[in-house]
């Protein structure tokens, strides 16, 4: 029996040394083996040859038995953890350098974005309205995603008190305009997104042009008159919007997309509320990570609906309390008789 494992040991030693590819060393170790097992069964019990290879055929089958079913066993093992890898998991095919693919490879492993959804991020274009607390972290993390086109619209310039919340500023750029300084901060995160700024007010003159060149917008701005314009803008254009609010420690968000159902912003707040029963940031506070949350809870759902990916915030309006750390969900409907969108997110399915 030692003589036949050393002759299986010599095949693969020799074979190592020669370079003999594998498959041709497994052939010459079952030639082999065949070889023993035939000489068992021919020549009688009591053959020298046949005592010097183990004495009975059975053992050799055994043997070989055990060997094909580890085999099988690694090979089962194999296919079931190719089957728990994500499906999509290939490249997108074309429009991406290597140094992207590196930046973007654990989005591309995510089943739900996959190198498709890069490619569609990749040629995705996104309106954010309001470079500030809310503008913020959703500029960064559209940025840091792969959103090919990020526009931000915003006639404001950074001020010191801005820098509470507001993290896409920096210190060295108090008084420069909030959009040069975004530019600036989005370029040094990812030059491979491309940054279209507006240094101006959003107004019902340029909101329909500027609009219409988008596939999403973000709303993070901080009144009602932006707020209900963006809106109609959309509702109009058939552009879904993103809109996040924020006050003291609450803060809220919803998707507003009546062309492909639910309700416009108008059908669940109908009406601004007087200027003296909402204060402003600047007139009640808000505590700094705050914006931080909401923002890129907007950024997340951006992403989700560009790849149509999970269930987002369709009917929804997502509520967080930060002073409680709770979250609330409460529904919300398009109505028949809103004056913006009539209800047309009613009739569809
Ligand atoms: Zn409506």
Not at 107 to 117: A, C, D
Request: charged share 20%.
């Amino acid at each position: 029996m030692i003589m036949v494992f050393a002759m299986i040991g010599a095949i693969w030693g020799i074979g190592a040394v020669m370079k003999a590819p594998r498959r041709g060393r497994w052939i010459m170790t079952f030639v082999l083996l065949g070889v023993v097992i035939l000489t068992h069964l021919v020549l009688p019990a009591d053959n020298a040859l046949r005592q010097a290879t183990g004495g009975d055929a059975r053992l050799w089958l055994l043997l070989i038995a055990a060997g094909i079913l580890i085999k099988g066993y690694s090979l089962i093992l194999r296919r079931l953890k190719a089957r728990v890898q994500p499906v999509e998991t290939q490249a997108p095919r074309k429009g991406f350098t290597e140094t992207e693919l590196t930046r973007y490879a654990r989005h591309i492993m995510l089943r739900e974005i996959g190198g498709t959804g890069q490619a569609t991020l990749q040629g995705a274009r996104v309106l954010v309205v309001g470079a500030g607390g809310l503008g913020s972290p959703a500029l960064m993390y559209l940025a840091a995603s792969g959103v090919g086109t990020i526009g931000v619209i915003d006639d404001d310039d950074v001020d010191a008190s801005n820098l509470q919340r507001q993290v896409i500023h920096r210190d060295a750029w108090i008084g420069t305009p909030k959009v040069a300084a975004a530019k600036q901060a989005i370029l040094e995160l990812n030059p491979h997104v491309k940054l279209r700024p507006y240094h101006r007010r959003l107004t019902p003159e340029i909101a329909a042009d500027l609009i219409a060149d988008f596939d999403l917008v973000l709303d993070g701005c901080d009144n009602f008159e932006t707020r209900y314009l963006v809106n109609e803008t959309c509702v109009a254009a058939g552009v879904p919007l993103i809109a996040g609010a924020l006050t003291q420690w609450e803060g809220q968000l919803g998707l507003y997309d009546p062309a492909r159902g639910g309700p416009c912003f108008a059908c669940v707040f109908p009406a601004a509320p007087a200027p003296d029963l909402v204060p402003t940031c600047a007139e009640a506070g808000v505590a700094g990570p705050l914006p931080g949350v909401v923002g890129s809870m907007m950024a997340v759902e951006a992403l989700k609906l560009l790849v149509d990916a999970g269930t987002g915030l369709r009917n929804r309006l997502l509520i967080y309390d930060a002073l409680y750390a709770e979250t609330r969900d409460m529904k919300t409907k398009a109505r028949a008789d809103c004056p913006v969108c009539q209800g047309r997110g009613l009739h569809v399915t």
